[in-house]
């Protein structure tokens, strides 16, 4: 089916925004919103098939791939152009909604892109439209922040345009599927996809460019780029469990340093590499039920932290400040504010019936049932059985008071212990098979029988007027 024959929502939210500029006042509100709400609605009334195939020079470009995993992205990605539209609204500079709609509009097409060339055209869009959502802050910082970023999207779109001329090479054609060139080919397409993905060592331009962006930019930045990049890991490298590793060090990484930070936007930055790492793990775990887990986290995720991303920018836009040392009481003055940034913040918590609590239980829960040991077979009964008896027994009681508190912890005091749940609880599918009481007994010897408390620690926060500069 030709490209003409199928109407394209990219295309819908790209072309559009270049008329933009024609309309004011009401009526350009009106048409900022139509454009992401057509957008939707032609991706809602969609059925899978594969649409808009182009020829050329004896291959076929292929702009509509529409199955069940490209549409779920496709999906929230118009959704939340439509959300964070709405909150544009009050903007007035017709360059920042044309950036941004491009931007959404690159996400969109790359989540529909059946081959390479196409899939590198629409990551193309998406950087250089989000680089402009930066340089439209217009500061020195945020001018930097744009260089740099745009430097880091370069280098990854040529790692995947070298990686796609070389499985090529090696297939013969420039179909966007499962890699299976394997050496240099998949080695660059997996550089360039982790690269957009924020997956250290190659993440630092995340928390250098997202607090530096506009306001409403902001909101748009966190909803598309390390996203469509999660679906390119699970089109192309579902089941490749160096990312499970590299998922891993990520959820760390970012929550760690999240917590060490004082600008909110920063902060939140930090936070999604956390949560993306959530997501990269369950694309190397590979299973159809950790794909399914990822793909929900994602979409929960872009909701969230698109949520926690407008409150943090209303605080800025209202008080003209963003440390969180230099703010206090701003709930008494913007409470309704505070009660959507507490959403937001209950769902990214895991917190029972809210969105994250279900999307993030999807991926652990896999990974025990279905590969209970990483690159290894399970151990036998009798090896489990030596290990628990051999852990166990060095194992020795400590009782120790913390100061201020006096509640009393069971303390491990040697590390092999803590090797237990890698060797013998990772066979957990195993041990409820064969003995599972007196396993149970052995296991529960090693967790700590009581938390220490010591209290909430407490902030100074100097209470600022929540009607600052903007």
Request: proline share 3%; with cysteine.
């Amino acid at each position: 089916m030709g490209i003409f024959n199928w109407i394209h929502p990219a295309f819908i939210l790209i072309l559009g925004s270049v008329l933009i500029p024609v309309f004011q006042g009401r009526v350009r509100q009106a048409y900022i919103l139509l454009l992401p709400a057509l957008a939707f609605v032609t991706v809602a009334t969609m059925s899978y098939g594969t649409y808009g195939v182009v020829p050329l020079l004896g291959q076929e470009l292929v702009f509509g791939r529409v199955d069940k995993l490209s549409y779920v992205f496709a999906f929230i990605f118009t959704l939340m152009a439509f959300i964070s539209g709405v909150y544009s609204l009050h903007v007035k500079e017709s360059g920042q909604h044309i950036a941004a709609y491009v931007y959404a509009g690159g996400a969109v097409g790359l989540a529909f892109a059946g081959d390479y060339l196409t899939l590198f055209v629409f990551a193309e869009f998406m950087a250089f439209a989000s680089m402009c959502l930066i340089l439209f802050r217009r500061t020195p910082e945020s001018t930097k922040a744009a260089y740099r970023y745009i430097l880091v999207h370069i280098f990854s779109g040529i790692c995947m345009l070298g990686g796609a001329l070389l499985q090529y090479s090696h297939s013969g054609s420039f179909a966007f599927d499962a890699v299976t060139a394997g050496g240099l080919a998949s080695a660059l397409l997996l550089i360039g996809f982790i690269t957009n993905a924020a997956v250290p060592p190659f993440g630092s331009w995340l928390p250098d460019a997202y607090p530096m962006a506009t306001v409403t930019g902001a909101v748009f930045m966190s909803s598309f780029t390390t996203k469509s990049a999660i679906y390119t890991l699970a089109r192309g490298f579902a089941g490749t469990e160096i990312l499970i590793i590299l998922g891993t060090i990520m959820a760390i990484y970012g929550v760690v340093y999240a917590v060490l930070e004082n600008d909110i936007r920063r902060l939140l930055a930090y936070h999604i590499i956390s949560q993306v790492g959530y997501m990269v793990a369950a694309v190397g775990i590979g299973t159809e039920l950790a794909i399914n887990g990822a793909a929900a986290h994602a979409f929960a995720h872009i909701l969230y932290k698109g949520l926690l991303f407008m409150g943090a920018g209303s605080v800025l836009y209202m008080t003209g400040r963003s440390k969180l040392t230099e703010l206090g009481g701003i709930y008494k003055h913007m409470p309704w504010t505070f009660i959507l940034y507490m959403i937001g913040g209950f769902a990214i918590s895991s917190v029972p019936l809210f969105s994250g609590f279900v999307s993030k239980s999807i991926i652990p829960r896999r990974r025990r049932v279905a590969r209970p040991l990483y690159g290894s077979s399970l151990r036998s009964h009798r090896q489990v059985r030596s290990c628990t008896q051999g852990s166990s027994s060095r194992i020795s009681r400590s009782w120790a008071r913390t100061p201020g508190c006096r509640q009393r912890t069971r303390r491990l005091t040697c590390s092999s212990a803590w090797a237990l749940p890698r060797s013998c609880a990772s066979s957990w599918a195993y041990i409820r098979s064969s003995s599972i009481a007196s396993c149970r007994t052995r296991l529960n010897t090693t967790r700590t029988l009581r938390s220490t408390w010591c209290g909430p620690r407490r902030y100074s926060f100097s209470r600022r007027s929540a009607s600052g500069s903007t």
